[in-house]
């Protein structure tokens, strides 16, 4: 079955406590993104990648980092997590390029709800 | 950047009758406008999108309509049903450009019996 997933689905934390959430697509797709959900806000983009070592900022990166060392996966780091990043973060993918067909659909992850104390 | 703004926030109609939600970018390079929606508790699905060189595109009770000159485009859903209650989110983008998108607000849609 063709699909994101993403570990934990749930996690609460301590300020200051690195933590890593993780993101994997089974779809070989190009395009990864990190988006994070807030009441009022909508989905914001935090980094994204087009494609294995290629990174790049959205535009709510700081706090975070990412690496794409392998094309299946796109893991978010939270170096020291602080209350201000407790959101419900969702990771993307979509096929960056194909021969005519429709290449811009974004796949969304289940979700993980991260509470940082 | 790119700046998307979505109205309204919050949205109640009666089942059977139509719902609107509107959405305004900044970019005129944006070329690529879907429209995703998140039933509570799950994740964002894509329902429709529409590309800038068509206007209006239907899918069942499901149009979005585009006026690039205007920068705004809008979904419509007719003869709405309870299972339509969920938030809606327009984003906009450059399709093929890095597939980078920015999302609206969103708007929380109530179907009422």
């Known amino acids: 079955e063709a699909q994101v997933t993403q570990n934990p689905r749930y996690l609460i934390t301590v300020t200051g406590k690195k933590l890593t959430v993780t993101c994997s697509q089974n779809?070989?797709?190009?395009?990864m993104s990190w988006y994070r959900q807030d009441p009022g806000l909508g989905l914001r983009q935090i980094y994204y990648?087009?494609?294995?070592?290629?990174?790049d900022k959205g535009d709510v990166p700081e706090g975070y980092k990412v690496s794409r060392k392998e094309k299946r996966n796109f893991p978010l780091i939270l170096e020291s997590p602080s209350p201000n990043q407790t959101s419900l973060y969702f990771c993307?993918?979509?096929?960056?390029?194909?021969?005519?067909?429709?290449?811009?659909?974004?796949?969304f992850g289940p979700g993980t709800r991260l509470t940082v104390l | 950047g790119e700046n998307v703004e979505q109205h309204p926030s919050t949205l109640s109609v009666q089942e059977g009758d139509s719902a609107v939600i509107k959405c305004t970018y900044s970019d005129s390079a944006s070329n690529y406008f879907p429209w995703y929606k998140q039933e509570l508790g799950k994740r964002p699905q894509l329902i429709i999108d529409i590309r800038s060189n068509v206007g209006e595109k239907k899918d069942q009770r499901i149009a979005v309509t585009l006026n690039k000159t205007a920068k705004h485009f809008s979904l419509h859903i007719t003869e709405t049903q309870p299972e339509d209650s969920a938030v809606y989110f327009c984003a906009a983008g450059i399709t093929g450009g890095g597939n980078k998108l920015t999302f609206g607000t969103g708007t929380q849609l109530k179907v009422e019996l």
């Open positions: 990648s087009m494609n294995v070592e290629v990174t």
């Open positions: 993307a993918s979509s096929l960056f390029f194909s021969h005519g067909g429709s290449t811009d659909t974004q796949y």
């Open positions: 779809m070989n797709h190009e395009y």
